[in-house]
């Protein structure tokens, strides 16, 4: 991959630079980072003009390698440089296109833009039927104007807003239910640049080149073996999907006994004929998505859904599945986060007083955020502009949702797989350097838990990066590099890790 797209939304142009980058590695999450670094001023605000927003598949994206569909953008904060990494076809067709990054700045002056990226090129075009558009409408839309072959990336009317709350949404795999995704946040970014998506057409999902093709086949099937026989990866998150991560995190050892003394898999039942979606984007050998509907016959409208009971029930003590279900499908309709929303209902609750969070209360104040009154401007502003607001309020920190920084002190980590190579590395930075090789490679993380476990896991990854590349690459040197442009962000999924590898410290924070 040595294309990279340039798009000045200011003056609507798109140009294509060719480059040879001697750093194989710099790809996904590496690159794009890099790139922010190496091109920005250093007093650029978070929404401005002059930021940048960088799209870059990651190094393995667009080959058969398993689980490689995910997709870094990065863009700078106010003070930092902010990361999210995000799954779908989109990832795969990027890269299938030879395309190593896209290069975002300037504004949209009038109206709202949509790139449109094919075989034949790259276009800017402003479509007014998708302006405050919600997500499926707008996916809808763009797939019949370029055919179902496009997968798209883009904003819902929160973004468009310019909501703090305000997610990215990425359409998932054509199947039934549409199932698809709307997390993390930078939506009111693309909202402010007047961008409402980026829409990828084009059939080729592993159309990558690779050096040594044979011997990329052969790691292929390890390492997908390594995954699929994890009690976790293969077993846990094909079962119950990322509810898996919600047991791990509240008892890491109860969970792990119970997995071991029942066969999850087996105990299946098929009560469904339709074939759902269940990866978030093809050739994942996990699938985490949907597949408790073989046996429950209940089909999730989005991957967050299941999540979002499970906080309804620990924030509220709200036990219903059809009422969750559909304030899930309006937030994400409308292009934000449930998880972060149900958190500032919390949250704003919490400050004003109110005793009990009804589920009337929580339809009122989803309207509220929707009608972009006072009060649903402060619910968007999320937990931590709620926190702004009272500052001197000991009781609302905790409220705050916590960097995975934050929580770092509190976790001994213990990675019994390090390589000897690594010993003047401590685990922790083992891990953050292992997740960001992840990253830049667009493995998705939740094959951590069966690569990090193993012994050869980090030389099967190592041997892949060198089978595409032709390079001759060292385990060590993929960390160390990683290591070399750690900005102090690591995704939050490290949460989970750090209570998967480690003991929790006495004093904790
Ligand atoms: S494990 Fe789940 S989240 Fe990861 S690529 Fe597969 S389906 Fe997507």
Partial sequence: MNKIVFVDLSNKKVSIRYIKDQDVLRSGRKFAECYINDNIKQNTKYLSEENFIVISPGLLTGTLAPCTGRLSISTK?????????????????????????????????????????????????????????????????????????????????????????????????????????????????????????????TKKHFGADISDEDNFKQLTKKISKVITEHPVCGKALPAFGSITLIELMKDKNKFLQKLSSNNNKETIEKNINTKINKNCAPNCVIGCLNKHSEKTGYIYSSPAESEAVAACKNLFAIDDTSFVSAIHRECFEFGMDTIEFLFSCKMLSEVTGEKKITKAKIKDYLAEVKELTLVGRVLASTTKGIHNLYVGRKDVVKLVTRSAKVEEENFKIKIPTKPDELSDISDLHYLYGFMLVMESLGICLFTSFAILDDKKGLTLINDLVNAKTGQNYKEAELIYKALNTYNNDVPEFVKVLYRYYGEENENRV
């Fill in 77 to 201: 904060t106010n003070d930092d440089i902010k990361t999210i990494n995000i799954a779908g076809p989109i990832a795969q067709k990027i890269a299938s296109l030879d395309i190593k990054a896209i290069v975002i700045t300037g504004k949209c002056l009038k109206g709202t833009s949509v790139l449109h990226v094919n075989e034949n090129g790259v276009s800017l075009n402003n479509i007014s039927e998708t302006e405050y558009g919600e997500v499926e409408k707008t996916i809808d839309f763009l797939q019949n104007k370029w055919g179902k072959e496009t997968s798209v990336l883009g904003i819902g009317p929160a973004g468009e807003h310019i909501l703090p709350i305000g997610s990215l949404f990425n359409s998932y795999p054509n199947g039934t239910p549409k199932y698809h995704c709307t997390r993390g946040k930078i939506g009111d970014l693309f909202g402010y640049k007047g961008l409402k998506a980026i829409a990828v057409t």
